[in-house]
Structures are given as structure tokens and as C-alpha cells.
């Protein structure tokens, strides 16, 4: 993916930042709520900077609820919001048409769980030729011994797997970037 990227005059035009599932009983059961939710935030605040388009799923939010409030107020306004019942959010109506209205050819992926939603989410992505990275530091699951098999078959079905930093670093490029400041300033009130 990151190959192509500075041949690109906005190589972040067409990458989807895709939050996935951030309701409050999926954290809570996450052993690790509070590292996941700074550096969701971090993604979600680099993204925005840098020209991503972003989305979120909420699974069967009627039961369930939305996101989590400490989310949602950093979220842009206007975000989109889709609703699921099955677990990949590929199956959540109106994201085929976010995703082609966005020109998105590379989605990245965070949330929950790993081993379900994530994991679905990119087998469905890949097999609609929609590239996939995972941020490793913005997804998590209730058993971490699942975490390491379902990477290793992702990263078999030519699925991607690098910490939000490097992705948005790469993305960057150089300290000549026009907004490199900026985005110093949040990579510090993240770190």
C-alpha cells in the first residue's frame, strides 16, 4: 500500500478509516479499554487532519447503544453512522455506497473484536478487492490468545497489519508536509 503513496499529491484522499463496533458493553469487556480508546482517538484525529474519509459501524445500536460518548465528540461532524446486525460491517447497509461515493480503494480498520467483527469485516473488503489495513494499536478483542491466528491469516489474504503511528507517519511523508505541525501536536497529546 504505502509504496504508491508519494507518487500521490494526497495519497490519503482515497483511505477510508472505518471504526468498528466502539459501543460501551464491547469496551468494557476489552482488558485493554483505555490504551485502545486514546489511540482510536489519535487515528480518528490524524485521519481527519490529513484528508481521510471516516465511517463508523454500531452494532444493533437499538439494544445495545452507540458509541461511546469519548468517541463520539472528537468524531468530524457529519460523520456516517451504519447500523448492523451481522458482524462483518461490509453487510451494513449503505457502506458499499460511503465506500464508492468516498473513492475508497483502502480501507483501515479498527475496533472490536479482532476475532469477529475486524476479521470478517476485511475477509469481505479483500474479497471486494478493497484493500485492508488494521492499525494494530486500535483493535482489540476479549481473548488476546485469538489475536495472533486471525493476523496471521489476514496477513496470508494480503491484508495489512502496522501500528496507527507508522501508517499516518508514512502517509506524511516528510516534515515539509504542510500540516506536519499539527499533526505533531496530536501525535503528543496521544503519546
Known amino acids: ?25 464491547f469496551l468494557n ?3 485493554d479499554r483505555e490504551r485502545l ?25 437499538e439494544k445495545l447503544g452507540h458509541t461511546t ?26 457502506i458499499h455506497r460511503w465506500i464508492e461515493s468516498s ?5 483501515l480498520l479498527i475496533g ?11 475477509l469481505q473488503a479483500l474479497g471486494g478487492n478493497v484493500g485492508v489495513t488494521l492499525l494494530s494499536d486500535c483493535i482489540s478483542e476479549r481473548r488476546p490468545e485469538d489475536r495472533d491466528p486471525v493476523l496471521k491469516q489476514l496477513l496470508s489474504m494480503d491484508a495489512h497489519v502496522l501500528p496507527s503511528e ?8 516528510s516534515a515539509d508536509h504542510p500540516q506536519f505541525r499539527e ?5 503528543k497529546r496521544y503519546s
Open 1 to 25: 500500500m504505502f509504496d504508491v503513496l508519494p507518487s500521490m499529491s494526497n495519497p490519503a484522499q482515497h483511505l477510508g478509516l472505518l471504526l468498528i463496533d466502539f459501543q460501551d458493553p
Open 29 to 31: 469487556a476489552m482488558p
Open 37 to 61: 480508546l486514546k489511540r482510536t482517538s489519535f487515528a480518528i484525529e490524524a485521519a481527519a487532519l490529513l484528508g481521510c474519509s471516516l465511517a463508523l459501524t454500531e452494532q444493533l445500536p
Open 69 to 94: 460518548a469519548e468517541l463520539k465528540q472528537i468524531l468530524p461532524e457529519n460523520t456516517p453512522v451504519f447500523d448492523k446486525s451481522a458482524f462483518s460491517a461490509m453487510e451494513a447497509e449503505g
Open 103 to 107: 473513492q475508497i480503494d483502502h480501507l
Open 112 to 122: 472490536m473484536e479482532t476475532s469477529i467483527c475486524i476479521y470478517q469485516t476485511a
Open 166 to 173: 507508522t501508517i499516518f507517519y508514512s502517509l506524511i511523508g
Open 183 to 187: 499533526f505533531t501536536q496530536i501525535v
